[in-house]
């Protein structure tokens, strides 16, 4: 297929953790079914097998390969398996305009571009594919494991649905058809701005400097995004964010809908004290129900982890890897 736009990769380390020795990297491309083409970084175990199983992974929403799913994905190939991190449409190093939007459907495809990428890889096994999905990422990953039946076993980790946090607000708190009408006339309204104007306005990354009034999810953000710990360049949240009007279509369009009729494995991982908790508890609550397929299906509470914990370890080997490798040594067979 030929990409409608050419790419520039960055060749030079320039990821928030240090490289591992033990895998091969490159820099790939590919594109999803609406010709955008993505770029990814491929990370394949030294010495391994000829067929491997892969995985790929992305998240958090706002950030870019050479965060938090770029340590997943390096760390997983350091277990075995062949990973693909890669940037969604329209960030990063990825393709699509304008840049810096969001789409249920398109990212939704993104996921499946890069199974059409990785069960035609050389060194793949196309029957034993699966994918993580960390943060914003995470629901998209349930979308995706409930629209590709070539996806074997999924791993959510800190989710978020962005749907429901779009409709109703953090907590639920603007759950209701006034708060949503509010919301959708600030948006249109937006929109002739950004028609007039010829360009989308930004509607801010993480907030910086950080008030001392922040509630601690906000402080829990800024610690990662705004600082060495996870600062990227390229990454949205640590700059001007997504486009104000970048994430209207979440409004009206649940991706977790068919959630209940996943039938290959999920694992859904989260910590206790996040703040983000309640969107994974009430995700697996809804993916089980009246859901004949659940023997597989599995939630992880973790004690004393908050959201970000699970985007780098926090310092305390928080992401639990072996529990990871586990499930998808269980489930990619």
Same mark, same amino acid.
């Given at each position: 297929m030929v990409f409608s736009e050419t790419l520039h990769f960055t060749q030079d380390w320039d990821k928030t953790f240090p490289k591992s020795e033990s895998v091969i990297h490159q820099k790939v491309s590919f594109p999803n079914r609406y010709g955008i083409p993505l770029a990814? @970084? $491929?990370?394949?175990?030294?010495h391994a097998a000829d067929k491997l199983p892969a995985i790929a992974v992305c998240g958090p929403f706002g950030a870019v390969k050479e965060q938090a799913s770029g340590l997943y994905a390096q760390t997983m190939a350091e277990r075995g398996f062949l990973t693909l991190a890669f940037d969604?449409?329209? #960030? /990063?190093?990825? /393709?699509? #305009?304008?840049r810096y939007m969001a789409s249920p459907d398109i990212n939704t495809e993104d996921f499946q571009a890069a199974v059409d990428f990785l069960s035609l890889h050389d060194h793949v096994d196309p029957e034993k594919i699966g %994918?993580?999905?960390?943060?914003?990422? /995470? /629901?998209?990953a349930l979308n995706a494991a409930a629209l590709d039946t070539r996806i074997k076993a999924t791993v959510t980790s800190t989710m978020y649905d962005m749907s429901r946090v779009n409709a109703k607000g953090y907590f639920d708190s603007e759950d209701s058809a006034d708060a949503r009408y509010a919301k959708r006339q600030a948006m249109n309204a937006q929109r002739l701005i950004d028609f007039q104007n010829g360009s989308y306005a930004l509607g801010g990354g993480v907030v910086d400097p950080l008030p001392q009034d922040a509630p601690f999810f906000v402080k829990d953000y800024h610690d990662?995004?705004? #600082?060495?710990?996870g600062y990227h360049p390229r990454s949205l949240n640590s700059n001007g964010g997504w486009n104000i009007i970048g994430c209207m279509s979440f409004l009206?369009?649940?991706? =977790?809908?068919?959630?209940? &009729? %996943?039938r290959s494995a999920v694992l859904m991982i989260h910590g206790e004290n996040a703040h983000s908790c309640y969107f994974s508890k009430d995700a697996f609550a809804n993916m089980i129900h009246?859901?004949?397929?659940?023997?597989?299906? &599995? $939630? =992880? %509470? $973790?004690? @004393?982890v908050v959201h970000t914990d699970l985007y780098d370890g926090g310092g305390k080997n928080a992401i639990p890897f072996d529990k990871m490798v586990t499930f998808?040594? #269980?489930y990619l067979k």
């Open positions: 990814a @970084d $491929l990370y394949i175990p030294k969604p449409s329209f #960030t /990063g190093e990825s /393709g699509g #305009t304008p %994918i993580i999905g960390i943060c914003g990422w /995470g /629901g998209m990662y995004y705004k #600082t060495n710990r009206n369009q649940p991706i =977790l809908h068919y959630s209940n &009729e %996943i009246n859901n004949p397929y659940v023997s597989n299906k &599995e $939630l =992880l %509470i $973790l004690p @004393d998808f040594q #269980t």
